[in-house]
C-alpha cells in the first residue's frame, strides 16, 4: 500500500509517463494461484520499461525485489511490434502470442488474452489502456485501433503498436519440455508421490492452461534475473526507511521458508525456494552493489505555521462561482 501511495504522489508532482510501480503478485509463497491480470500487467510493463532504458523511477515494495524474474533477454524477444501495412503469417503470430502467455478466449475482456474471428484479432496487451482490435486482409495489417470493451465500438487508430508478452513464462514447445524435465527431477528430490506432480507435467506437455505459472517460472529458464539485474549501470536505488525496508525483507523471507515446509508437510509440489527467491540478505547485498541512497524521516513534533482565516477567499470563490 505504502508503494502504490508513494508511486501516486510521484505521479502527481511529476509525469504519468515518468513513474512505474513494480508491484508484488499478492499470492502466497509457491501458491500455484494465477497472478491477477493487472498485476501480472503493471509487472511485466515495468520489466520491459526497465529492459529498454530511458529515464523514470521504478518504485517496489521489498518482496517484489525479493522474487526473481525472466532473464531480461528472454523477456525482450518475446516483445512484438504490430505495424499497419506490415505482412504476418497468421499462424506464426498466433502461435508466438500463445507463447507469450495469451490466453485465446471468445472475447476479450482481460489483459493478456486474445481472440480470433476470421480476419480480425483482438488483443489486450500490458502496457495499453484498452484492446485492440487488429483487422488483416490476407496476411497484412489493414488496420490497428483501440476499441471499448463494453460496446465493442472502435476507437481511435494507431499506425503501430508493441505488444508485451503477457506472462514471463516462455510457453514455447522447447521451454515446456525443460519445465517438464526440472519438474520430475525436482518432485524425486522432494520424493513426491506420482499424482502430486503428473498433472501439471501432463498440461505441460499438451499445452494446456497450467495455473499459477508464476510459482513455476524457474522451471521455464535455466537462470532468473533479479529486478536489480534491468536496471542500467547508472541506475540509483533510493531505499526509503531502511529499517522498515529490511524488517520486510526479514518477514517475507520467513514467509518463504513457512511456506515451503507447509508444502514440504503436505507432499505438494514447490520450486527450490532459493531458485524463485532472495533472502533478505541478498537482498541487501545486491542494493549495496549499485549506487544507492538511504531516506530516512526526520523525527520531530512538526513546524507550527500561522495562518489566518480563509473564510474570504472562500466567500470570493463562492460569488464567483
Given at each position: 500500500e505504502a508503494a502504490v501511495e508513494f508511486a501516486s504522489d510521484l505521479r502527481f508532482f511529476l509525469q504519468e509517463k515518468d513513474v512505474c510501480l513494480y508491484p508484488s503478485p499478492e499470492v502466497l509463497p509457491f501458491e500455484p494461484a494465477p497472478v491477477h491480470h493487472e498485476i501480472a500487467a503493471a509487472r511485466i510493463e515495468a520489466l520491459y520499461r526497465l529492459a529498454s532504458g530511458g529515464t523514470f523511477i521504478t518504485v517496489a515494495p521489498a518482496p517484489a525485489l525479493m522474487q526473481r524474474a525472466a532473464p531480461a533477454s528472454e523477456l525482450s524477444e518475446k516483445v512484438l511490434t504490430l505495424r499497419k501495412g506490415a505482412e504476418y503469417q497468421r499462424d506464426e503470430l498466433l502461435l508466438a502470442l500463445?507463447?507469450?502467455?495469451?490466453?485465446?478466449?471468445?472475447?476479450?475482456?482481460?489483459?493478456g488474452e486474445?481472440?480470433?474471428?476470421?480476419?480480425?484479432?483482438?488483443?489486450?496487451?500490458?502496457?495499453?489502456?484498452?484492446?485492440?482490435?487488429v483487422e488483416f486482409f490476407g496476411d497484412e495489417v489493414e488496420s490497428i485501433r483501440g476499441f471499448e470493451i463494453s460496446t465493442q465500438r472502435s476507437l481511435n487508430e494507431v499506425e503501430e503498436v508493441v505488444v508485451l508478452p503477457a506472462g514471463e513464462a516462455t510457453l514455447s514447445k522447447e521451454a515446456r519440455q525443460r519445465a517438464r524435465d526440472g519438474l520430475m527431477e525436482r518432485a524425486d528430490t522432494l520424493g513426491l508421490e506420482r499424482g502430486a506432480w503428473e498433472p501439471l507435467s501432463d498440461n505441460l506437455r499438451d499445452g494446456t492452461a497450467v495455473p499459477g505459472l508464476g510459482s513455476l517460472l524457474p522451471l521455464f529458464h535455466e537462470s532468473l534475473d533479479t529486478v536489480l539485474d534491468y536496471l542500467s549501470p547508472g541506475a540509483i536505488v533510493?531505499?526509503?526507511?531502511?529499517?522498515?525496508?529490511?524488517?520486510e525483507a526479514q518477514r517475507f523471507?520467513?514467509?518463504?521458508?513457512?511456506?515451503?515446509?507447509?508444502?514440504?508437510?503436505?507432499?505438494?509440489?514447490?520450486?527450490?525456494?532459493?531458485?524463485?527467491?532472495?533472502d533478505a540478505a541478498a537482498l541487501a547485498k545486491a542494493i549495496k552493489q549499485r549506487p544507492f541512497v538511504e531516506v530516512e524521516a526526520l523525527m520531530s513534533e512538526g513546524v507550527e505555521v500561522p495562518t489566518e482565516s480563509n473564510l474570504d477567499i472562500r466567500q470570493e470563490i463562492s460569488v464567483r462561482k
Open positions: 500463445h507463447e507469450a502467455g495469451y490466453a485465446r478466449m471468445s472475447m476479450v475482456e482481460e489483459r486474445m481472440s480470433v474471428r476470421g480476419g480480425i484479432l483482438d488483443i489486450f496487451p500490458p502496457g495499453q489502456s484498452v484492446p485492440l482490435r533510493t531505499v526509503l526507511d531502511a529499517e522498515l525496508v529490511e524488517s523471507e520467513r514467509e518463504v521458508v513457512l511456506s515451503a515446509q507447509r508444502f514440504l508437510e503436505e507432499g505438494q509440489f514447490f520450486v527450490a525456494p532459493e531458485s524463485l527467491y532472495l
